[in-house]
């Protein structure tokens, strides 16, 4: 079976798809709020000759530096990112990792950019291609993602009940949304995806990227870890999967001089997956330290300070350390 294939391909293989009857399809869950939506860039770039004092110099060009397309021609970056692209330069979509977005981009398909904000990618494309990689069964991923949502309020597991903090929102909003999308998306998933029909679904792992709002509010912060636990509990639960593989992935995206609140919330985070401080996680649960993974400024396409300043090569790093992180979980180391 072919891993990746042009986007020229999709009608011959929609009408010659492989037989997959009677396989299961391994279903991962993708969560969280914009940095999982997904802003990394696809072909818009950094210019390196832009000169802000000339009128009309443009900030960024096609093939700019920082994009997806740039890192697969630099020879420094190549061998990492050429996958993405064919031998005519055209981006690839796989034919066994399939997938379903709530992000304001394409909403289902195969795997390829384009699922995240826009035209752009997120966490997805990494993390598709390493289980795709890895697994033998076809692979389905459901990414429900918004911008501007916190754990505390927006995301709060119901085992954490209620909380003051909330004002005019309603506790657990987005996380009984969440839970809706995944059990509707797999209701329909044969419609949706019609190379699947016949398949099995079962749920192989859960993949959370999250946390910019709840550094924001030193409450917020002070109960992440407590929230997060719960977090995983109630998924679990409500899924029927006891031990569902969890891949945390922490907010740092201000990188490896990240400080205060948002130094504590990422700490919060890494210590979900510490089996010294939760044991009943131990061997399900791995948490990523994501600040190493914030591109320079003279490698990222924008220098917002947020969104991963838009870099391709931030957002695949992401979606790769948690792809490999879930393949560890899934072989039981």
Not at 143 to 160: C, H
Request: aromatic letters at 10%; charged letters at 25%.
């Amino acid at each position: 079976m072919n891993k990746w294939i042009p986007f020229a391909a999709v009608l011959i293989l929609a009408l010659a798809s492989p037989v997959r009857a009677g396989k299961t399809v391994k279903v991962f869950i993708l969560a969280g709020q914009s940095n999982m939506v997904g802003h990394g860039k696809v072909e818009m770039g950094r210019n390196p000759d832009y000169d802000k004092t000339k009128k009309g110099s443009p900030r960024e060009i096609k093939g700019g530096i920082g994009c997806l397309r740039s890192l697969a021609k630099d020879p420094k970056t190549s061998a990492t990112y050429k996958k993405f692209f064919d031998a005519d330069g055209k981006l690839v979509e796989r034919d066994d990792v399939f997938i379903y977005s709530t992000a304001p981009g394409k909403s289902k398909g195969r795997l390829s950019t384009g699922f995240g904000k826009g035209g752009w990618f997120g966490p997805e494309l990494g993390f598709g291609f390493v289980v795709g990689d890895f697994l033998k069964e076809p692979v389905l991923i459901i990414k429900t993602a918004w911008g501007g949502k916190d754990l505390a309020v927006d995301f709060r597991p119901p085992s954490s009940g209620d909380t003051p903090l909330k004002k005019n929102r309603t506790a657990g909003e987005y996380y009984k949304k969440m839970m809706t999308i995944v059990k509707e998306s797999l209701a329909g998933f044969e419609k949706d995806f019609p190379e699947l029909k016949g398949c099995k679904p079962a749920f192989a792992g859960f993949g959370w990227h999250q946390g910019w709002n709840d550094g924001c509010n030193e409450d917020f912060t002070a109960e992440y870890e407590k929230n997060m636990a719960n977090f995983i509990r109630d998924v679990r639960k409500e899924l029927g999967v006891k031990d569902l593989p969890f891949v945390i992935a922490n907010t740092g995206q201000n990188g490896p001089g990240t400080k205060g609140r948002f130094a504590k919330l990422c700490q919060a985070q890494l210590d979900i997956g510490d089996p010294k401080k939760h044991p009943e996680f131990k061997g399900t649960v791995i948490s990523i330290d994501t600040r190493p993974f914030k591109a320079g400024d003279d490698r990222a396409p924008s220098g917002f300070g947020y969104h991963w300043n838009h870099s391709g090569e931030s957002h695949f790093m992401v979606g790769d350390a948690m792809g490999k992180a879930m393949v560890k979980l899934l072989q039981g180391k």
